[in-house]
């Protein structure tokens, strides 16, 4: 069943632009220092917003933000008791409660470690018997809740976001789509390595839906990413590469290892720009 949040805050859906209008682009050493940079900024949120809605992805990328936001949970310098979460996608078919379940993940990977409860926690529901019509309930939920203020994503190595898989109209809302067979096999390794048990078929937000968040953070890391990571920034808005909608966003920021980062032709005037931006503005 979806799990809509029980109460919305009515504040204005309307984007931080932070002082700039571009894709912001941070190249960090590692994994561990873009989760500490993004965890930095969702803490910094929580403090301005107790209540905000914080958009969450799955999958491997995303592991060093929750552990080190988790981290600065258990020291105490971030209050989660009235933040809420929401979820980005959902296979169509897997039971809620199956361990590969995207709502079985977060509820391991991200409530549980933050210490928020499920009655704080929003998503679609992948095993609903009329799919569009589940479709459509977490796309009114989502605004109903006042909108996702920071959506943390993931990017595929052939350039999704979400699971809007190349050539997805950049202005789709919540939906289904057909995984790629490349997708199915990178996830396979959730699966016992076995494709087969991969799902064909998700609910993600449209591109439409995630580019009304407030702010956008997509974290990056390897060099398998490293063609879509120059697609999303340098190549021009195009549906072929999904992510590159990003570019249309008053608020995104681009975080990315050495190697995710490695196929970027303005990688220097990146890594100037942001070693001299002041340090008020964040990320
Ligand atoms: C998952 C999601 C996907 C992943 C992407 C990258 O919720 O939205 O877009 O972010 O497939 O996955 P990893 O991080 O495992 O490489």
Not at 114 to 143: H, K, S, T, V
Request: charged content about 20%; hydrophobic content about 40%; proline content about 6%.
């Amino acid at each position: 069943m979806a799990v809509p949040l029980s109460s919305g805050t009515g504040r204005r859906r309307v984007p931080s632009q932070n002082g700039r209008l571009s894709v912001e682009v941070v190249i960090v050493p590692d994994a561990k220092a873009g989760g500490a940079l993004i965890a930095g900024a969702m803490a910094d949120l929580l403090r301005r917003t107790p209540d905000a809605l914080l958009g969450v992805a799955t999958g491997s990328t995303p592991l060093p933000v929750y552990e080190a936001l988790a981290a600065r949970v258990r020291s105490g310098s971030v209050d989660t008791s009235r933040a809420r979460i929401a979820q980005l996608d959902e296979y169509v078919g897997l039971p809620a409660d199956h361990p590969e379940s995207y709502r079985s993940v977060l509820r391991r990977e991200v409530l549980e470690p933050l210490g928020i409860g499920m009655d704080a926690f929003m998503g679609p529901d992948g095993a609903a018997e009329d799919i569009p019509a589940a479709c459509e309930a977490y796309d009114r939920a989502l605004a109903e809740a006042g909108g996702v203020d920071l959506q943390l994503l993931g990017i595929g190595t052939d350039g999704h976001i979400g699971f809007n898989e190349p050539c997805s109209s950049l202005v789709s809302r919540t939906r289904i789509k057909t995984l790629t067979e490349q997708t199915r096999v990178d996830n396979a390794r959730f699966f016992g390595g076995d494709v087969g048990q991969v799902p064909h078929h998700v609910i993600t937000q449209g591109i439409g839906t995630i580019l009304e968040a407030r702010h956008l953070v997509l974290l990056a890391t390897g060099e398998g990413k490293a063609d879509a990571v120059a697609a999303t920034v340098e190549g021009p808005v195009a549906a072929v590469c999904p992510a590159s909608a990003l570019q249309l966003h008053p608020h995104a920021t681009v975080v990315v290892d050495e190697a995710a980062a490695s196929k970027l032709k303005f990688a220097d005037y990146f890594r100037h720009t942001y070693a001299s931006k002041p340090d008020w503005q964040g990320i």
